[in-house]
């Protein structure tokens, strides 16, 4: 679908924190550099307040009133709908610390590379395939603005081309599920036409059923996290949590809202989304958003839902939705070969996934249902099954156990000296349980004779004790050095002098990486192979 210069004034990426906000200012640079994003006027990334998470609904906001300061600055002064009215808007959820995702945290998820044959001047990524998707749908009613606001963590697969955001207030895409599926996430009671009469938040069957969410043919509408707002919408919404003028002809939070908004965060879905619905009610907006985890009192949800409940709620459904997450190790591996297969038209054969890496000639992979992303590889690598390896330089031959992953990483020291992270784990291992290398972390630290205290300095709640800060992974001063702690794997095998070199090393957690990893370095890595490669298939022996 060709769409013209300009045909949006604002794409905005929401960040964590500003060192994430950085990375994304990067590739989006690089982007603009190259003319990929000709239909845009302008480009925005818009950390979280003061680096803490406000949750989804929280960001929507503050990216509003950071577009509404810059629109003032060139001399808008009219009132905020009339303002938005005038302009089109992508907001993209693209915030998270990557804890299920550690190898790609220096890029967020939004920006993991996929696997692809593209000629395209950068390598591939989840935002190359995401975003312009998003950018062909279709503009809202004429004068009425249009604030799209989509989620950032999976490849969402529709055919667009019946969308059509005409009616006024919030209009969101939904797809049938089954009432199982649904349960796990927004669902839609749909009235009269395309009306919603109730929003729910993960629901159980159960009331799915009692609210009439499940139609006939036994299937629910559920949400698929895409949702246009007209000006009035977006209006309300600031209205609802207390954003308010300043004295200077500015916009920001009254200072009760920015405090909750920090304490207990504002979720798109839960506190807004689940007081919407022309037969919502006071009793069932609180019951629905406490039920699903929101943390706001009775007293402060009755006083949103009056003006959240004046914006009109519709849903499109559209016909065979299918995501494609890349949220976890895990799912790197199982739907990079999806994605593939959809693709080709066809199941990739072999199934291990070589994403944008250097093979020299004789060197040989083998194996199956595996992952290898910014390698460069001069020796044979075998790989049994579940396997992923990023950002490894293999000049001998190298065998992994099944379910391995490996991961260098350059990056800082406390020191500010450079250094490769050295990250051994399992594709189990989510880093927000207590599993490692295919194991409880606790039993593997008594392997190997290392106390807790000083894995987790300063963390005495065993509670706050998670493989994601635990200083756990070692830094070396060759980028080849992974191979001492391959053991890692099998710490019962490890010897008495491998024990004692880890118990000397200099090692890090997941969340000291996030923050100590060299991002200029990450993107020079993977510039460095795109460019290099000849074209060549993404899957391989």
């Excluded at 679908?1 to 905005?12: G, H, I, S």
């Amino acid at each position: 679908m060709n769409v013209p210069p300009f045909a949006w004034d604002y794409l905005v990426l929401t960040a964590s924190n500003a060192a994430q906000a950085g990375a994304y200012e990067f590739q989006l640079g690089l982007r603009r550099q190259y003319g990929l994003l000709p239909q845009v006027r302008e480009i925005l990334v818009v950390p979280d307040l003061e680096g803490q998470r406000i949750g989804s609904g929280g960001s929507t906001l503050l990216c509003l009133v950071r577009i509404l300061e810059i629109e003032r600055r060139r001399g808008q002064r009219d009132q905020v709908a009339a303002i938005l009215g005038r302009l089109r808007v992508l907001i993209v959820h693209a915030g998270g610390d990557s804890r299920r995702l550690p190898a790609y945290a220096p890029c967020g998820k939004i920006f993991v590379p996929l696997p692809t044959n593209s000629d395209a001047p950068l390598p591939v990524t989840l935002f190359d395939r995401l975003v312009p998707d998003f950018l062909a749908l279709p503009p809202g009613a004429a004068g009425r603005g249009q604030v799209l606001v989509a989620a950032g963590d999976a490849l969402i697969r529709f055919d667009a081309s019946q969308v059509r955001f005409s009616e006024p207030g919030l209009i969101a895409l939904g797809c049938y599920a089954t009432p199982e599926e649904a349960s796990r996430h927004g669902v839609f009671c749909i009235g009269e036409g395309d009306a919603v009469s109730v929003y729910l938040q993960k629901p159980s069957v159960e009331e799915q059923q009692r609210m009439g969410a499940i139609n006939r043919a036994g299937q629910t509408a559920l949400d698929v996290a895409v949702m246009s707002l007209d000006a009035g919408a977006a209006e309300a919404l600031l209205d609802a949590f207390g954003v308010e003028e300043t004295s200077g002809g500015g916009l920001n939070f009254s200072a009760e809202a920015r405090q909750r908004m920090l304490d207990d965060g504002i979720d798109l879905y839960r506190e807004i989304c689940c007081a919407l619905g022309s037969a919502a009610t006071p009793d069932q907006y609180v019951s629905s958003a406490r039920s699903s985890g929101s943390r706001w009192t009775d007293e402060a949800l009755g006083r949103l839902f009056p003006v959240l409940n004046r914006v009109p709620l519709h849903v499109q459904i559209v016909p065979s939705c299918r995501f494609l997450h890349f949220g976890s190790t895990r799912q790197l591996v199982e739907s990079g070969l999806t994605l593939v297969a959809e693709d080709r038209g066809a199941p990739p054969s072999p199934t291990v996934l070589a994403v944008n890496c250097r093979i020299a000639p004789p060197a040989r992979i083998r194996g199956c249902q595996s992952w290898l992303e910014a390698c460069r590889i001069e020796a044979d690598v075998d790989l049994p099954g579940g396997n992923v390896l990023v950002g490894l330089d293999v000049d001998a031959p190298l065998a992994l156990p099944g379910g391995a992953c490996l991961e260098v990483l350059p990056g800082r020291n406390r020191a500010r000296e450079d250094v490769w992270f050295v990250r051994c784990y399992g594709i189990r291992d989510t880093f927000k349980n207590g599993l490692f290398c295919g194991c409880a972390l606790l039993d593997w630290l008594r392997v190997v004779g290392v106390d807790a205290e000083e894995v987790w300095p300063g963390v005495s709640d065993s509670a706050e004790r998670a493989l994601w800060n635990a200083r756990i992974f070692p830094a070396e001063r060759s980028a080849t050095g992974f191979r001492r702690w391959l053991w890692m794997y099998a710490p019962e095998s490890a010897s008495a002098q491998e024990l004692q070199a880890f118990g000397a090393a200099d090692r890090y957690s997941a969340a000291d990486i996030a923050l100590l990893a060299n991002q200029e370095a990450f993107h020079s890595r993977r510039l460095d192979i795109w460019r290099s490669r000849s074209p060549k298939p993404c899957a391989t022996h």
